[in-house]
């Protein structure tokens, strides 16, 4: 089976730097995606990582350890319309869906 | 089109009816998936078509759920003897390749909210 967990909740403040987790278990792997959705919204493509090592996207990064079957999402400089719920996900094989984790609603206050 | 399109955006049905659920992906996408999201969830995987044929429908729940894409385009979702516990959000997903040199990445639609009284 497949398996994806992530933090239910987190909550920070504007301007501060906030590292969303996220553990795998799958039966293989081809790739692990981070993705936004504001309440009531399609989801939007934040970052990929296939290979171990951090992705840099301007306040956003994504580091993943394929050893460790982890990966986290770092978003620097909060701001205000950062609120919103992360969605980690992990396609296990090549040609094969996404599998998404519960997702992690984060809270960015003033 | 400029994006994925589903419709209805809003659907609300009795316990018992059928229901057809329709996307339309990005233009020249092979892939489509189909997930659908209860509130405060992430999408849960329904169905992968590549082409005209689904290449995965391991997550569709029952044998009242369907999905088709005769022409490798449209996909419609159908949903027979709906139950109230089918009450949901339903997105569809489309990329340009199902796997390779990029990421695969998905677009996805705005979602076709199911509501089953």
């Known amino acids: 089976g497949q398996n994806i967990d992530q933090p239910t909740e987190m909550t920070a403040t504007e301007g501060a730097i906030v590292q969303i987790n996220c553990t795998y278990q799958t039966s293989g792997f081809n790739g692990l995606f981070w993705y936004q959705q504001h309440a009531g919204e399609a989801p939007t493509f934040l970052s990929y990582?296939?290979?171990?090592g951090l992705e840099e996207k301007g306040r956003f990064s994504s580091f993943l350890s394929r050893s460790k079957g982890y990966s986290y999402l770092l978003l620097k400089e909060l701001q205000m319309k950062d609120s919103a719920s992360y969605l980690c996900a992990v396609r296990s094989q090549a040609g094969t869906a996404l599998i998404f984790g519960k997702g992690t609603t984060l809270s960015v206050s003033s | 089109g400029a994006g994925v399109s589903q419709t209805p955006s809003n659907k609300v049905t009795e316990k018992g009816k059928y229901v057809e659920l329709r996307c339309d992906p990005i233009s020249g996408h092979t892939a489509l998936y189909w997930y659908r999201q209860s509130l405060g969830q992430g999408p849960e995987f329904l169905i992968y078509f590549q082409g005209t044929g689904a290449a995965d429908d391991s997550g569709l729940p029952n044998d009242r759920f369907f999905a088709v894409r005769p022409e490798g385009s449209v996909s419609t979702l159908k949903i027979q003897r709906t139950e109230r516990g089918d009450s949901a959000v339903y997105l569809c997903?489309?990329?340009?390749?199902?796997?390779?040199?990029?990421?695969?990445?998905?677009?996805f639609g705005e979602g076709s909210r199911l509501t089953v009284l």
């Open positions: 990582n296939v290979l171990d």
């Open positions: 997903a489309s990329s340009a390749r199902p796997s390779g040199g990029d990421t695969g990445e998905l677009f």
